[in-house]
């Protein structure tokens, strides 16, 4: 039977929600019947100390940091053993939202118009309301809505205490009004839409990770035909050079226009996860979805 190494956990703040991905992904994998699953609970930002003897392909289930910004992608391609998901480069890019944003832009994908600023910049570059983020971190930490002068400082403080000392630009990006959907691309094809419904339109730390109100009802095939929803998401993952999975949100207006909010290159895979649930809607099992991507691991040779 082929081995496969399910990596999971690591040191990001988003640790736990990957050892729930990575045991969902194994078990799926295992349920197959056709693969020797091994399950390896990362605990530093490294592959020294793991014995990957045997392995045929690496299914990677780590979230932020290390795990999904290219850091370990190198580390594979230096061993030349297939990984799920994007390479190192296209990971980096992904990670960090000033870095896609001029890609994105380059490319002429529909992004929310923004700016950089320093810690210190003492009003508001663009109109009111903005959205102000650290460049890159993944879980809503330190990004806030602005829509009052007054809350300007507040806003940039937020950011940079969760930025490392050596990261200077702050991304400010223009609130854009209305709905939030999301789209999984697998290999290339874009998987159905599904949207994600917030009591307040907001999909902050606590509607991710603390409140059952949120919604995610899939979006009307027709309707998500006319926003173009599958071709923006495939055309974003082009620009980036994303191969195998990606998640690709976006904003969309009340008139329907469509922005690209940001790429997840390591989307979640816990049961309640949008890119499986997205692969179950075309009829596949859990174990399936993960198989597909699985078939779509590939590595770069240095
Ligand atoms: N420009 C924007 N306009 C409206 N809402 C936004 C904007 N940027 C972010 N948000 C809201 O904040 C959430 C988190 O922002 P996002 O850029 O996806 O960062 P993260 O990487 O932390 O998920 C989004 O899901 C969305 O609800
Ligand atoms: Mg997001």
Not at 12 to 22: A, F, K, N, Q, T
């Amino acid at each position: 039977m082929e081995k496969i190494f399910v990596l999971m956990g690591g040191c990001s703040s988003e640790r736990d929600i990957s050892l729930l991905s990575g045991r969902n992904i194994a078990e799926g994998l295992r349920s197959l019947g056709k693969y020797e699953v091994a399950e390896i609970d990362l605990k530093e930002e490294s592959l020294a100390s793991v014995d990957l003897s045997g392995a045929s392909k690496i299914y990677i289930a780590l979230h932020g940091g290390w795990g999904e910004s290219g850091g370990v992608q190198k580390e594979l391609d230096r061993l030349g053993i297939p990984y799920t998901g994007p390479g190192a480069k296209a990971s980096q890019i992904a990670m960090d939202k000033i870095a896609t944003k001029r890609i994105l832009d380059k490319n002429s994908i529909p992004t929310a118009p923004w700016t950089t600023v320093t810690a210190d910049a003492p009003v508001c570059p663009l109109a009111l309301p903005v959205v102000v983020k650290p460049p890159c971190d993944g879980s809503s930490v330190g990004i806030t809505k602005v829509s009052r002068p007054e809350e300007w400082r507040g806003a940039l403080a937020a950011a940079s205490s969760v930025m490392s000392p050596d990261s200077k630009e702050i991304l400010v990006e223009a609130f854009v009004p209305g709905r939030e959907m999301t789209v999984g691309v697998v290999g290339g094809k874009a998987l159905p839409a599904i949207e994600i419904v917030t009591p307040h339109g907001w999909y902050g730390y606590d509607e991710k990770y603390n409140s059952n109100e949120t919604r995610y009802p899939f979006v009307d095939e027709e309707e998500a035909k006319r926003l173009k929803l599958s071709e923006i998401a495939t055309a974003a993952c082009d620009a980036i050079g994303c191969r195998g999975v990606t998640r690709v949100d976006f904003r969309v207006t009340p008139e329907g226009e469509v922005y690209v909010l940001e790429l997840n290159t390591s989307p979640g895979f816990t049961s309640h996860s949008l890119v499986p649930k997205a692969g179950m809607k075309t009829g596949l099992s859990f174990g399936q979805v993960c198989d597909l991507i699985l078939s779509k691991a590939s590595c770069d040779h240095e």
